[in-house]
């Protein structure tokens, strides 16, 4: 049964959005410039031309603030996919590339605020308490390239979608963290999905070592 189109926001629910929205854009703006520790929810509400108490209306804390950022990015992954599976004739790895390209695009475009979020994320402990979304989005991307037989019967899509979520997000700390790095996200997290898919072991290595025979 089709999903009933969402109802048209009211000049009231839209006038509370925009307000939400000032205050989130103001924040990262600030968070860019001065870095998260050392922005004060006041001078977010100054600079979004709110009153403190009208911050308070939207998001409880500072760290709320991290969470939206974190909630953003996975609506933009998750309707960038939905987007790409569409496509019937395009092969899982098509559609791993694209999930990897976005992730890479959504980081190298916003370069500054992704250091800076990053960081604030990670001392708030999201890493340890986040539902692994991203994990999610590519073990789906797995389980239908399994299903069309592109993929090995025996493999747990979810296993494979975490290892290259903890893939992402160790290249993407280090990434952060290192703005002369050796290489552009975009083409570690390639290199990251090549050998995922294919290993490292030349061909006529498969199969001769001990993590085959206690497989």
Not at 82 to 110: G, I, Q
Request: hydrophobic letters at 40%.
């Amino acid at each position: 049964m089709a999903s009933e189109p969402a109802r048209p926001l009211g000049r009231r629910e839209r006038s509370k959005q925009r307000v939400r929205d000032s205050i989130y854009a103001s924040a990262l703006t600030l968070f860019a410039e001065q870095g998260y520790e050392r922005t004060t929810i006041d001078q977010i509400a100054e600079h979004a031309d709110v009153a403190r108490g009208t911050f308070f209306n939207y998001f409880q804390r500072k760290e709320d603030l991290v969470t939206a950022w974190a909630e953003a990015r996975k609506r933009r992954l998750e309707l960038c996919m939905e987007e790409s599976m569409k496509s019937r004739n395009d092969d899982v790895t098509v559609h791993l590339e694209r999930c990897m390209a976005a992730l890479a695009e959504f980081n190298e475009s916003e370069r500054e605020i992704t250091a800076t979020m990053l960081q604030a994320w990670v001392k708030a402990g999201r890493p340890l308490l986040e539902e692994p979304y991203a994990g999610q989005v590519f073990a789906d991307i797995i389980e239908a390239g399994r299903r069309r037989g592109e993929i090995a019967s025996d493999i747990d899509p979810m296993r494979v979608g975490n290892i290259l979520r903890d893939s992402y997000l160790g290249l993407l700390y280090r990434w952060s963290q290192n703005p002369g790095g050796r290489a552009p996200l975009h083409m570690d997290l390639r290199e990251v999905l090549r050998v995922v898919l294919t290993g490292v072991l030349t061909h006529s290595e498969h199969g001769r070592g001990t993590l085959a025979s206690q497989a």
